[in-house]
């Protein structure tokens, strides 16, 4: 910048203002932060370092705990600021009330004459580490903290990683994420991606070089080659900083996230105590990166890299190699290392007699360090020892689906080969309010003898699930919502996994737990819902039965905003922030979302515009036209209206398992022993043809409930949806495979509904 000389009194007020609208509008003071560590016992208090950063112009912060003396003084500063979880405090912010009462104490107190910007939720967190387990709860906890709070849109709450989660960086294109961290990480991304918050990562080209300088030039590492050294898909890397952020990025494309932002947030080289350590490097290093992130990536051209310098101050306390203690733009007296520029005008001084020169610097565009040979035979193996076994189920598949030959085709067909069987998909719920219903061991012998193959427990009842070993009848064991609150606590959920399903396994085949069920997203047990789901999710995972037993929540069609006609279908506004993570956790998880689907509600409560045959599958020919498709029962159109709401929050791609569906035989408006027959009789048929907007997809559906319940509470109809007497009497002819048919037991009803193996 040039200055002026002599100007009115007017015009130098204007050209202030001016100034002050062109300072917010700099490139560089807009995207470079810097990180403040306090780990040193020699360093200037906290008011002195935020009239630093004023002084320097320097407009972001990184603080890493909720330093109270720094908030205090940062108040009024205009410095937007990236706040820390420090690390020990995850598994304390893994429960939801501590996590309140954090973003209560340390945000809110503050808001707004403390600006913050980010929340990191823990700082390089290895996914080895006992620590790993509380990332992601502590993460949605302190989320749903600050969306309570109304700060949602003002205040993102991510974590920052290091580039060691990076399996496969050479070249950038190939860039993918170990197979180790998957499990760890992708949870985590799902939930930034839905909640639109930027991952953070530490970015330092500087041990990639001092790692490897036999393959990593330090040109290549200062920004400083002055030609392309990579290569990549017509893509020319001049410096390994674009090289390593691009490989992050095809490593996010991988993991099904391209459209997540990335945010720089640690940067540096160290002037002393290691290996390529000096003034001019670090000068070099720094003053370029400060210029080049204003022009993004090679992969990403054009897009400002929000970029956070480490660290403020060199700090003596910091453990590890020397070098650790090296990292500052400042020297703990406040005098500047380096020349560097954060816009508006001020440039600093080398303070070092070592260093006078400048740094010009070109946009240059980017690089990455070379692929771990370990890696890469790692990946080696795993693929070519997958071949033999996609090409053994290969003959079945191609019968099938002909387009692809992974893993996710081979699931998908083993389910489409599901579809071929009514028995395969129909399942009965057993439910235990009843103070005259059988033991246990008479109700598994009653599912044996009526060939019913899937079961849906709604607790963990150990008398239960000893009668069910060896039964080979396929699971779904409920987590009460009473229970919720305690499974938000991981190490209660991993105990919780080991009790009730690791030690039945494999006696007992379970198929999914039910986190919850038709939990009201205005309860106060909503809260416990999300972090529960993660933390069963990663017990049994750690368990090891992950492709096994699939963790998911059951909830109901009251969810369920606009339904008519299907194609419309969305969800409640107001339910939204309370679903959006927990389908998003789903999908990343591929595991189907459990829906309560109740034609006999829909039909009582509006028997004017739904007619009984629609509600029954009775209706001879579509009552719903809807883009083209026909609906000739309500069942199709309610599950078809999930599926639309599915879709238009972004999940569409997520399965649903019909886990309760029936009629009651007395008690109330349209109930009877004909109409529960009729209906369950043609459920068990119908679900093999799937829907209109999904047909041929068969619906794996769990009729409620095997017992009429004495016990069960609500309106009187709640105690008839049994399928047999508490005598184990059959109250209806339904045909679940294998030759049986189930006798009318009710003398006011004795037809016969014939029923085929259809498809």
Known sequence: MQTMAIFSTSMAAMLLLLGLFAANLDPTAAQ?????????????????????????????????????QALQALRGSNIEVM???????????????????????????????????????????????????????????????????????????????DMTLIGVSYPPSAGAF?????????????????????????????????GNPRDISLPYALFTSPSPVVWDQGRGYQNLFDAMLDSLYSALEKAGQGGLEVVVSESGWPSAGGFGTSIDNAATYLSNLIRHVQG?????PGKAIETYLFALFDENSKPGPELERHFGLFSPNKQPKYQLHFGGGRHWDIASEEYNGTFPLKSDIACISRLDTHVFLFWVCCFVVSIPFIRVIDTYISSINTETKDIDT???????????????????????????????????????????????????????????????????????????????????????????????????????????????????????????????????????????????????????????????????GDVRSYLDPIIGHLAWARTALLTNVYTYFSYSGNPRDISLPYALFTSPSPIVWDQGRGYQNLFDAML????????????????????????????????????????LSNLIKHVQKGTPKRPGKAIETYLFALFDENQKSGPELERHFGLFSPNKQPKYQLHFGGGRHWDIASKEYNATFPLQSDM
């Open 640 to 679: 078809d209206s999930l599926y639309s709401a599915l879709e238009k929050a972004g999940q569409g791609g997520l399965e649903v398992v019909v886990s309760e569906s029936g009629w009651p035989s007395a008690g109330g408006f349209g109930t009877s022993v004909d109409n529960a027959a009729t209906y």
């Open 32 to 68: 470079i932060g810097v990180c403040y560590g306090m780990l040193g016992n020699n360093l200037p208090n906290s008011w002195e370092v935020i009239q630093l950063y004023k002084s320097n112009n320097i407009r972001r912060l990184r603080l890493y705990d909720p330093n109270q």
């Open 83 to 161: 706040l820390g979880v420090p690390n020990d405090q995850l598994q304390n912010l893994a429960d939801p009330s501590k996590a309140r009462s954090w973003v209560q104490s340390n945000v809110v107190a503050y808001w707004p004459s403390v600006r913050f910007r980010y929340i990191a939720v823990g700082n390089e967190i290895p996914p080895s580490s006992w620590l790993a387990q509380f990332v992601l709860p502590a993460l949605v906890n302190v989320f749903n903290a600050v969306r309570s709070a109304g700060l949602e849109s003002q205040i993102k709450v991510s974590i920052a990683i």
């Open 178 to 210: 170990r197979g180790d961290v998957r499990s760890y990480l992708d949870p985590i991304i799902g939930h930034l991606a839905w909640a639109r918050t930027p991952l953070l990562a530490n970015i330092y080209t500087y041990f990639s070089y001092s």
């Open 296 to 300: 993004g990536t090679p992969k990403r």
């Open 410 to 572: 081979i699931m998908f067909s083993k389910v489409h080969l599901d579809s071929y069987f009514a028995i395969a998909q129909i399942g009965v719920c057993y439910g235990m309010l009843g103070n005259n219903l059988p033991n246990a061991r008479e109700v598994i012998n009653l599912y044996k003898s009526n060939n019913i193959k899937r079961m849906r427990l709604y607790d963990p009842n150990q008398q239960a699930l000893q009668a069910l070993r060896g039964s080979n009848i396929e699971v779904i064991l409920g987590v009460p919502n009473d229970q919720l609150q305690n499974l938000a606590n991981p190490s209660k959920a991993k105990s919780w996994v080991r009790s009730n399903v690791v030690a039945y396994w494999p006696r007992v085949r379970f198929r999914y737990i039910a986190v919850g069920n038709e939990v009201p997203p205005s309860s106060s047990l909503a809260q416990f819902v999300l972090p529960a789901v993660v933390n069963v999710f990663n017990a049994v995972r750690s368990a090891g039965l992950e492709s096994q037993i699939k963790v998911s929540i059951a909830i109901d069609m009251t969810l369920i905003g606009v339904s008519y006609p299907p194609s419309a279908g969305a969800f409640r």
